[in-house]
């Protein structure tokens, strides 16, 4: 197993920068974890919103497509049949 030393005040990408080392060995180390996974979920979080909207907004563009389409059709239907006899 890998051991690294660190001074008080290093901190790394994930770290709690207003949390030490000392803190998270004398009995504070699950604040320090709630934080440092609260950041990474909320940075997720962010993510899965955007990702949401971008489908929510890609649905809503494919459904007024279909619908259109289906409009044409009926449409289409309607000129080409002349008492369930096809004119064309």
């Known amino acids: ?8 005040g290093e901190t790394w990408a994930a770290w709690p ?7 998270f060995n004398s009995g504070n180390g699950d604040i320090v974890i709630t934080q440092i996974f609260r950041q990474l979920v909320d940075g997720v979080r962010e993510q899965m919103d955007t990702l949401k ?3 929510q907004n890609d649905k809503a563009l494919l459904t007024t497509k279909m619908d259109t389409l289906l409009t044409t059709f009926d ?7 002349t008492e369930e ?3 064309r």
């Not at 449409?75 to 049949?81: G, I, L, N, Q």
């Open 1 to 8: 197993m890998y051991s690294f030393q660190y001074d008080e």
């Open 17 to 23: 920068n207003d949390a030490s080392l000392s803190q």
């Open 53 to 55: 909207q971008k489908i």
């Open 75 to 81: 449409s289409y239907r309607t000129e080409a049949k």
């Open 85 to 87: 006899v096809f004119a």
